[in-house]
């Protein structure tokens, strides 16, 4: 059956359940580019079926025991494309929860979309981004949270965000959701109850009660949204400004961090014009460190524009580290007192002789030339972030999605338990609890929000 979706159609048409078990999609799973292997992967009712047309080995796909991987050759008009290795990974038992063919065929741009263009011909349609995993989930194989833990997984840098991911995949927030959600309707129950039967004999303390159990409810989410901070970090990285005057070595620590040449470092003041951006893996933590153009008075214009950028880089920083030259004079304004987030001030080149401006200064000192210094920085560039909320012995880490969820639940729950302590009918506080449990089955998803459906997915790539 056509939905009359087009391989190269990539808009994020939503379609249902059913109508995705009517149609088999196909892609290539590993890496663009030159490989040993590469992987194609077709998901869907046909999927077996087309694996016979396109399939010849000492047995037909349909024949063969599942998940296990059988030898054999890709033919097109019975010309072999490749010799392949093949498995059937038949429903529910596999990734998407539908029969799932995957073929290791040699690592190569052309070899692979020959494959894939056999496998298109043969009757499937090409997939879309993040389709597989999205079959995943509308076929009851994973919650939304696990979904966009494989691409957090796919896209962790440290080993503390894998860790994260991998918890998640694992089902551990979404378990809390669904806690919270149980925990939720047992409530909403409770004063349904309430509400339909008022004649019925009530315990005294049953008001007490409910509320105790609405305040423990709150507490969970907003403990679940403490992890927010932690989350970012560990998806995007800590952003950390190195900023300062002309010449204090800021280049010179990017590159000693990162651990070889990336930026041009010079005696010339100015020779940084522009932000430069990289990662680093910090003991684990991922740091977005920013290089800047240095702060001096200056006519020309485009180290005032690389200023200008600098001034952007320091309002969206989680931290700044001002950089100074401990053998030149203080500059009169420092600009430390000008940023509102975290900062730590630095003096460089301590091999050099002190000037008497810094005498009695009990600010880092570092030497970018001879390295000293520096692994005192690193302690406490972490010792910032562990005062940002980065917990490093914390598994749970929600991203923002969660948080526009978590952050709905919590409001209705406040509002929720206002009307209680105002003693109002039951009814309203019913209605806020159920916002609060909408909320929280956002969070897990649910079958028919396409919208939210298509944005988290959107970001995957294809093939998974
Ligand atoms: N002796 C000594 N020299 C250093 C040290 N760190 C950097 N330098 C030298 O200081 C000069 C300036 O270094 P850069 O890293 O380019 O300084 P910057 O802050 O990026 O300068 P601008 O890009 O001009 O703002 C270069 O000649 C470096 O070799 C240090 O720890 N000790
Ligand atoms: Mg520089």
Redesign the pocket.
């Known amino acids: 059956m056509s939905l009359g979706l087009a391989g190269s159609d990539r808009s994020r048409c939503h379609v249902t359940a059913e109508a995705l078990n009517g149609e088999t999609i196909a892609a290539i799973s590993s890496p663009i580019g030159e490989g040993a292997i590469a992987l194609i992967r077709v998901s869907g009712p046909e999927a077996v079926e087309i694996a016979d047309r396109i399939f010849r080995g000492s047995e037909s796909p349909s024949s063969l025991t599942s998940h296990r991987q059988h030898l054999g050759r890709i033919v097109q008009d019975e010309r072999v494309i490749d010799e392949v290795l093949l498995s059937v990974h038949r429903a529910p038992a596999s990734y998407t929860g539908e029969d799932l063919v995957e073929i290791s065929c040699h690592g190569g741009i052309l070899i692979a979309a020959r494959v894939l263009g056999v496998c298109l011909s043969a009757g499937a349609r090409a997939a879309r981004a993040g389709e597989f995993t999205e079959r995943a989930f509308l076929n009851d194989k994973m919650d939304l949270t696990q979904a966009e833990a494989v691409m957090d997984l796919i896209r962790a840098r440290t080993d503390l965000a894998l860790r994260a991911a991998t918890e998640q995949l694992q089902g551990r927030l979404g378990n809390e959701a669904k806690i919270l959600r149980e925990q939720l309707v047992r409530l909403i129950a409770h004063i349904d109850a309430a509400i339909d039967f008022p004649e019925e004999d009530i315990a005294p303390d049953a008001d007490t009660k409910l509320r105790a159990v609405l305040a423990s409810i709150r507490e969970q989410i907003a403990a679940l949204l403490a992890t927010a901070d932690h989350g970012r970090i560990l998806r995007e990285g800590l952003r950390v400004v190195v900023a ?1 005057p ?8 990017l590159n000693r961090l990162l651990g070889y040449e990336r930026v041009i ?8 014009r522009d932000t430069i951006e990289e990662m680093i893996n910090l003991r684990g933590v991922p740091v977005r460190l920013l ?1 800047t ?2 702060l001096r008075d200056s006519d020309d214009q485009l180290e005032e524009a690389g200023m200008q950028r600098t001034q952007q880089a320091l309002a969206t920083a989680d931290l700044v580290l001002h ?1 100074f030259d401990v053998s030149a004079p203080k500059p009169t304004d420092s600009g430390v007192a000008r940023s509102d987030c975290a900062s730590l001030i630095i003096l ?5 002789p002190e000037h008497t401006d810094w005498t009695g200064e009990s600010a880092l000192h ?5 390295g000293a210094g520096l692994p005192e920085l690193e302690d406490a560039i972490l010792r910032c972030v562990g005062e940002q909320h980065l917990r490093p012995e914390s598994h749970l880490a929600i991203n923002a999605r969660h948080r526009d969820c978590l952050r709905r639940a919590l409001g209705a729950c406040d509002r929720a338990s206002a009307t209680m302590a105002e003693n109002l009918s039951g009814e309203y506080s019913a209605v806020d609890l159920r916002l609060a449990l909408d909320a929280l089955t956002e969070m897990v998803g649910r079958k028919g929000d396409d919208e939210i459906l298509d944005s988290v997915f959107q970001q995957f790539c294809i093939g998974k």
């Open positions: 300062g002309t010449n204090a070595g800021k280049s010179s620590l470092v010079s005696a010339t003041h100015g020779t940084t290089d153009a240095g950089l460089n080149k301590c091999d050099l570092i030497s970018c030339l001879t």
